[in-house]
């Protein structure tokens, strides 16, 4: 994430796992990437572990530096485009469309057991992606019943109108 250019650390002070000199110096090191990067820390008073942080941080900070003055390197910050995020679920799960079992696709003219029978395995499937963690699998299955749904009952309503009905 080397976009990230501001780093707050609430209750910096409160002593504990997330709060130690560690954690702190590696949740200030994303900030630290950035060119403006900045990290605030908000706290009553300066523990030790941020006491300590800061000056491991300002430590490595002073080592960039004489490096970057040895080699006449200027920092810069990439450039790299923000993505949509539905852009990159369809990517990841492109391939996952595939995994539905062809068995519960309904072809053509189906019956209403047939749409039945396939929704309720698309249904099997769905909770089965859910519980393996697969939450996109599962949503794009959900979608895929939903779709089914909505065009069975497109179909039905046109069998019960009859074949004069206006589409």
């Known amino acids: 994430m080397p976009e990230v250019s501001l780093v707050a650390i609430l209750d910096a002070d409160k002593e504990g796992y ?15 990437r950035h060119v403006d990067g900045h990290a605030i820390m908000y706290a009553d008073t300066i523990t030790v572990s941020m006491h300590e942080a800061i000056e491991e941080t300002k430590r490595r900070r002073r080592i960039q530096e004489d490096y970057n003055a040895e ?16 852009e990159r679920v369809a990517a990841s799960v492109a ?15 189906a019956t209403r057991e047939e749409v039945t029978r396939s929704i309720k395995a698309l249904e099997v499937q769905m909770k089965q992606a859910a519980k393996s963690l697969e939450f996109e699998k599962a949503a794009l299955i959900r979608d895929r019943i939903v779709e089914l749904r909505r065009e069975f009952e497109f179909a039905d309503i046109s069998r019960k109108a009859g074949p004069d009905a206006p589409k």
Do not use: F
């Not at 130690?20 to 994303?30: D, N, V």
């Not at 080699?71 to 539905?86: E, F, L, Q």
């Open 71 to 86: 080699h006449g390197i200027t920092p810069t910050s990439i450039r790299k485009a923000v993505k949509d995020i539905t």
């Open 95 to 109: 391939e996952e469309k595939a995994a539905y079992d062809n068995s519960t696709r309904v072809k053509g003219p």
């Open 18 to 32: 997330l709060r130690s000199k560690g954690a702190l110096i590696q949740t200030m090191g994303r900030a630290a």
